[in-house]
């Protein structure tokens, strides 16, 4: 079984210092506890069995030193011996270059086909942003039915799981595991039917759920801060999740 060794911290006032662990270069993770391409980069992390220190920030209220370490003022930051790495996708590679196991497929051509659909994955983060800010019941519905077509795209890409490319957890697998995280918040307010269509990517989700490196990568009280930063969109969402909130 693998176990995720990280902890979540609060960031001290003169910034993030790593701490050498395992003989393994110091690596402090710069998180939000709502980002999913932060989630990515610790799911690889914990696939690797890398310690590592996680440093959550405020986005709204960007620290000077973060925006010293990333140029987009975006997360994530990986910090290796102090050094920052940032941009998740590079990030990822980063990793995979220099920690065993290997979780880009060997042969170029399956490699180049799967960082296609870690692409693909972070377009349906995309297009899940756009179905939480729709201002209307139309643009809501329309984004519903977006989303639904991309499960379908990647329906017929998969086989027989449980993971992207059969038994193996690989870079793609990384990638989804925080797309399917936001459904588990959803559905606990209204099924819009996104997988009713798609039973291998909804094998896939449960398969990703119950691996120990994404159920690790992100706080347990991540339900709660998704259900109030979805409440705050004041979107056609929130307008329809408020209910249950009251209640």
């Known amino acids: 079984m693998r176990s995720v060794l990280c902890k979540f911290v609060d960031l001290p006032t003169e910034g993030a210092k790593p701490v050498h662990l395992f003989g393994r270069p110091a690596l402090t993770l710069i ?3 709502l980002c999913p391409y932060v989630q990515r980069a610790a799911i690889v992390l914990s696939e690797k069995c890398i310690a590592f220190e996680r440093v959550d920030i405020d986005l709204t209220h960007k620290p000077d030193w973060f925006l010293k370490v990333s140029p987009l003022g975006k997360t994530p930051v990986l910090l290796v011996d102090g050094q920052p790495i940032f941009e998740s996708a590079v990030i990822c590679e980063y990793l995979d270059e220099t920690a065993s196991p290997r979780l880009h497929p060997q042969d170029a051509l399956e490699r180049a086909r799967h ?14 942003g756009a179905f939480y800010n729709a201002p209307d019941e139309e643009t809501l519905l329309a984004k ?18 449980p993971y992207f490319a059969g038994e ?3 870079m793609v697998d990384a990638v989804f595991g925080p797309v399917f995280r ?10 819009f039917g996104f997988f009713a269509q798609t039973p291998r990517v909804r094998a896939w989700r449960v398969a990703l759920a119950a691996t120990d490196s994404v159920k690790g990568a992100a706080s347990a009280n991540y339900p709660a801060s998704l259900r ?5 969109r004041k ?3 929130s307008s329809r999740i408020q209910p249950f909130v009251a209640a």
């Open 31 to 33: 998180s939000h506890r």
């Open 115 to 128: 960082r296609g659909w870690m692409e693909f994955g972070s377009a349906v983060l995309n297009a899940i």
């Open 144 to 161: 519903v039915a977006d989303i639904r077509s991309r499960f379908e795209q990647i329906e017929t890409e998969l086989t027989t799981g």
């Open 168 to 170: 193996r957890f690989t």
């Open 182 to 191: 936001y459904f588990d918040v959803f559905e606990q307010f209204e099924d």
């Open 228 to 232: 109030a930063f979805l409440l705050a």
């Open 235 to 237: 979107s056609a969402l």
